[in-house]
């Protein structure tokens, strides 16, 4: 995988863990802050959309919400998405499904798949049937490439390699298990699937061409699985670039929150940049990222993060500071300053272009109970999994912008992918 790829679970076993520590646990939390899948259960085949009925869509968007989801992790952002066996009308309808802008490549969950609507599976040119383990900080999916024809509002990319997590696929390779739990239900993924929509087009790219990685792509036979090479076009896929049209990139647009948590927000994501009226990049800052793996710098605190992303996948703004307290344990994956404090941070894009960012750090121990039910929190931040030359800009950063995504080799009005801009 690049090396951005993907911070989305580093704060969902650490956020629970916090509310179940401070708020006395219970509830649907404790299957997600289990470290076992089989203690979480499988959501019914068909969500309920709770966006607002009320927000007028243009064609090229499809509404976003921030709400309990799945687990009832806070910062997280779902939209619906379809997925249908290639050329037919078997389709199933899945709804909460994280937008990652931290990965690249749509993953469900099989056990949400109907049998009318089998998915065909992947092979290489050999003949071997793929199939594709994503690690993540504190655990992994693991499951077969498929392909499908993916609607996600109106727009579709047909014949896309997903990812179909199934722990019951084969036997799971330890090369590929070594790293945690595996995230086999929407319960233990906090999510009923996830749609990564980041700058590249496929979730390993060159590297997984050049030669065979393990806890990558395999080829499995009965219960034996061997890792291998695969082609990019092969490989599970970003859906953006497969559109028809406003294929060149995203916006997720949230609103700004007026204080310290709300219950849920509705946005939008909007599909192209400066294809439609409704996605011009206007005064938005072009900030380039390393065609490799997408980073950026972030100078805060006299402290330089040279492998910095962008990354609504994350809960919260994740980086090392000596200078700012971290709670308690067992919660010292988050911040507990004793006031909220006011911080500043300059990005810094391999352009050349630089940014300055004000951002907020409140006391995670304190809204854990004080916002208690919220799925909103932007206060939300810690040094949970990262290093010390990473900055994690998860969600928090997100609301009150409009933050492009502009996907690699694909020409837009502020240059071509990949780069952010906000």
């Known amino acids: 995988m690049r090396d951005s790829d993907t911070f989305l679970k580093l704060a969902l076993v650490a956020f629970l863990t916090l509310l179940l520590a401070a708020c006395g646990g219970g509830g649907g939390g404790g299957g997600a802050a289990s470290s076992s899948a089989s203690n979480a259960s499988t959501p019914s085949q068909s969500v309920t959309n709770t966006s607002s009925s009320t927000q007028v869509l243009a064609a090229d968007a499809v509404a976003v919400t921030v709400d309990s989801g799945v687990s009832g992790v806070p910062n997280m952002p779902f939209v619906s998405v379809t997925v249908c066996t290639p050329g037919t009308t078997q389709c199933q309808t899945i709804d909460h499904v994280l937008v990652d802008t931290g990965s690249w490549g749509l993953r469900v969950f099989a056990a949400q798949l109907p049998s009318a609507a089998a998915l065909p599976q992947q092979q290489d040119t050999s003949g071997n049937l793929l199939a594709e383990c994503m690690q993540f900080f504190d655990g992994y999916t693991w499951g077969s490439v498929r392909l499908a024809d993916v609607h996600i509002g109106n727009e579709e990319a047909a014949s ?85 049209n406003d294929n060149n990139g995203s916006i997720l647009m949230l609103p ?121 929190l932007p206060l939300l931040a810690g040094p949970a999994f990262v290093t010390s030359n990473i900055f994690d800009w998860g969600l928090p950063f997100f609301y009150g912008r409009n933050v492009f995504a502009a996907i690699e080799q694909q020409a837009t009005p502020g240059g071509t992918g990949p780069y952010i801009a906000y």
Do not use: W
């Open 256 to 376: 700004a929150v007026g204080s310290n948590s709300e219950v849920a927000l509705t946005g939008q994501l909007v599909f192209g940049i400066g294809t439609q009226s409704n996605n011009g990049l206007g005064g938005a800052q072009v900030i380039g990222v390393s065609a490799s793996n997408g980073t950026f710098s972030t100078v805060q605190n006299g402290t330089t993060y040279s492998q910095s992303i962008m990354d609504s996948g994350s809960t919260g703004l994740f980086f090392e500071s000596g200078a700012l307290p971290t709670c308690a344990s067992p919660n010292s994956a988050y911040y507990c300053p004793p006031s909220t404090e006011q911080l500043s941070a300059l990005i810094e894009g391999v352009n050349g272009v630089n940014s300055s960012v004000s951002f907020n750090v409140g006391n995670a121990a304190a809204l854990s109970q004080s916002s208690a039910g919220d799925s909103v």
């Open 160 to 244: 896309l390699p997903i990812q179909v997590i199934d722990p019951n696929y084969s036997a799971v390779p330890s090369s590929c298990s070594s790293v945690g739990a595996s995230r086999s239900t929407p319960t233990a993924l906090g999510a009923n699937g996830i749609l990564g929509i980041g700058v590249f087009k496929h979730d390993c790219g060159a590297n997984c061409v050049q030669r065979a990685l393990p806890a990558t792509y395999y080829g499995c036979v009965g219960t034996s699985c061997t890792s291998l090479a695969v082609a990019e076009n092969l490989q599970v896929a970003n859906p953006i670039p497969y559109f028809a």
